[in-house]
């Protein structure tokens, strides 16, 4: 089972910043915080990792707290292609399970 | 660039059937592989992984089998499908260090059991 806990569903308006939660609580101090998105039908898509700093591509940026407790996916200028499913997954090696993830629906 | 493949992108299957499903890395070496399966309604959940020839490792005990004859081939059977088995399976690859950094994941194939 996932060790995640995401909301279901979230709005974001077009041009807005989307801030997707997420809460690891159990994680373990080698385990690393990955995000994927997935666009209906495809494969996922790698967006971002990080383990204890902050971290920030083309993408995205992530945010962690400092007790690694729960981070924030920030789509600064979220666009309608930027609606999918995201998921926030915590572990190490080579057993990722996703979760259900949260269904990120951008608005004109 | 590497690329991963995968096919069939569909397939319909009557119950009791056997299944092969095929996945091909290409421009990378010693890959990692991995099977998903996401049911409707449902996460991926990781099924198989192999970190070489021959090497298999198996997450969830079920009705499906996997090997990897080459080192960039990675294949999904089931000698009889069940109902259970529809979803829709996609492979992916990681670097030979381990899962910490990106999966490259595949189109995906959809399968229905009937």
């Known amino acids: 089972d996932a060790k995640t806990t995401q909301p279901t569903s979230m709005d974001c308006a077009e041009g807005r910043a989307a801030n997707l939660p997420c809460n690891h609580s159990?994680?373990?101090?080698?385990?690393?915080v990955y995000w994927y998105r997935q666009i209906h039908s495809q494969g996922p898509q790698y967006i971002i990792h990080?383990?204890?700093n902050n971290e920030t591509n083309e993408m995205a940026s992530l945010i962690i707290t400092e007790d690694r407790k729960s981070s924030t996916l920030i789509l600064p200028h979220a666009t309608l292609r930027d609606t999918a499913v995201y998921y926030c997954?915590?572990?190490?090696?080579?057993?990722?399970?996703f979760g259900k993830g949260t269904s990120l629906l951008v608005t004109p | 660039s590497q690329t991963i493949h995968q096919w069939p992108a569909t397939l319909v299957q009557p119950v009791g059937s056997p299944l092969s499903l095929e996945c091909t890395v290409e421009?990378?070496?010693?890959?990692?592989l991995y099977w998903y399966r996401q049911a409707a309604g449902r996460g991926l959940q990781l099924l198989f992984y192999?970190?070489?020839?021959?090497?298999i490792s198996s997450e969830v005990p079920q009705n499906l089998s996997a090997s990897r004859p080459q080192d960039r081939q990675f294949i999904l059977s089931s000698k009889k499908l069940l109902l259970s088995d529809s979803g829709f399976y996609l492979c992916?690859?990681?670097?030979?260090?381990?899962?910490?950094?990106?999966?490259?994941f595949g189109e995906g194939s959809r399968l229905t059991v009937l």
């Open positions: 421009g990378t070496s010693n890959p990692n």
């Open positions: 997954i915590s572990g190490s090696g080579y057993a990722l399970n």
């Open positions: 159990t994680i373990s101090g080698n385990e690393y």
């Open positions: 990080g383990l204890k």
């Open positions: 192999s970190v070489g020839i021959g090497q």
């Open positions: 992916a690859w990681s670097g030979a260090s381990g899962v910490t950094g990106e999966l490259f």
